[in-house]
């Protein structure tokens, strides 16, 4: 949908940095469905100025080893022709080819003890399948581009966007068209988006003995976004047999392909934080209201649930960037005192709230918090602090900064 609007995500210009570097790195561009990995790289391509051959696997006929061996002849003659700047290939959908890691690793050492200069890029619908190629066999010859989903300021550039908007309709571009038709655009979010991500990233690409359980989670996840809940309360709201190991890896699998995430507590240590109980974050609050059968003026009007769905924003702002690498991000509680957010880059941490109305009362949270750890910054987002708006439109790396 960005190639409607004409509109560049700022990780353009990085690969196009990254391929026109002399030194030759396979680029690996992972990201969830529908966050604009394809628009991307063709954008990159064509200014970069090199001669590119793109190819898909996305086919109905099966594609194979073979087919992508003919590919990459064809894109060696290509960059044999072209010069001092070499040549391009975009190798798309790659995950659908059985064993396309140890092959492109082997033509791609041809390549470069012959002295070519052919750069390559690949991506995939599927994270889960691309991050685990790219890890077990093109160790040392790849950067991985991570996409997160649409943040606030892009959606507001490619769509003009209110913040409502933006908080209730989340940040897939490919339904922005449908938002005045909502009961249409609901569909679309979870027959178009949501399904193909479950029936076809994860269930298909990844060991799963209970279907039924990975659905209803990540429904339970969207329902309790912003909610601290313990693994053993989840399998009782889920009325289902399993352990908590398996609901622990389930809810590892969503977030891996960019649907929901289970914040860790915050403790100054590493064990402690892995043995605590997630707060539920969606990484788009497209997914809370596709299901919540509401419209924006409803959820507007109903106070507790526009006030997750602002929380949910902010987290979600915060769980993207952690999920390119900019940052970590944690919640805090003890007893009955809690931070919503904790983000750390660095040596550096940040204390963050959310208020979605005005407050005239203490956040013993963030003073118990800022006595336990001493973060750099204590923020108030929304109420009287930082309005939502401006906390949304800049990168979190800035909230950060000295």
Not at 84 to 104: F, N, R, T
Not at 199 to 220: C, G, M, Q
Not at 229 to 248: E, H, R, V, W
Request: charged share 25%.
């Amino acid at each position: 949908m960005s190639k409607l609007t004409g509109y560049a995500r700022p990780q353009v210009q990085e690969l196009v940095g990254r391929l026109r570097e002399p030194r030759r790195f396979i680029q690996v561009v992972s990201g969830a469905r529908q966050v604009g990995k394809t628009t991307l790289v063709e954008q990159a391509a064509e200014a970069s100025g090199l001669s590119a051959r793109y190819a898909s696997a996305d086919q109905p006929t099966l594609r194979g080893v073979e087919w992508l061996e003919q590919q990459w002849e064809a894109a060696r003659s290509l960059a044999a022709g072209a010069g001092k700047g070499g040549g391009l290939l975009v190798l798309d959908e790659v995950q659908k080819i059985p064993e396309w890691s140890e092959a492109v690793k082997y033509w791609w050492d041809a390549d470069t003890r012959a002295g070519l200069d052919l750069k390559v890029v690949v991506l995939g619908s599927a994270p889960l399948l691309v991050e685990r190629g790219a890890g077990e066999s093109l160790a040392g010859r790849f950067e991985m581009m991570r996409l997160p989903h649409w943040s606030f300021a892009e959606m507001r550039a490619a769509f003009g966007w209110s913040l409502e908007e933006y908080i209730f309709y989340g940040a897939y571009p490919g339904a922005a068209p449908l938002i005045r038709q909502p009961a249409r655009w609901a569909r679309y979010v979870r027959d178009a988006l949501i399904e193909p991500i479950i029936s076809r990233d994860v269930l298909l690409l990844s060991r799963v003995d209970k279907p039924a359980l990975l659905r209803r989670l990540l429904e339970l996840a969207c329902a309790y976004s912003g909610q601290i809940l313990s693994y053993t309360k989840m399998l009782g709201q889920l009325q289902d047999a399993g352990n908590t190991t398996t609901l622990a890896h389930y809810l590892d699998l969503l977030a891996r392909a960019g649907l929901v995430t289970g914040l860790q507590k915050y403790a100054g240590g590493a064990v402690r934080r892995r043995g605590s109980s997630p707060k539920l974050q969606v990484f788009n609050t497209a997914l809370i209201a596709a299901q919540a059968n509401v419209t924006l003026k409803q959820a507007r009007q109903d106070r507790a649930f526009w006030g997750r769905l602002v929380e949910s924003a902010v987290g979600a702002h915060l769980a993207n960037a952690a999920a390119r690498g900019a940052c970590e991000a944690y919640y805090w509680r003890e007893r009955n005192r809690e931070v919503d957010f904790v983000v750390r880059a660095g040596n550096r941490l940040a204390a963050i709230e959310v208020k979605s109305g005005r407050t005239g009362a203490a956040l013993p949270g963030m003073a118990a918090f800022a006595e336990a750890f001493r973060p750099a910054r204590k923020l108030l987002v929304g109420g009287d602090g930082i309005d939502v708006e401006t906390f949304l439109l800049k990168p979190v790396e800035e909230w950060l900064a000295p």
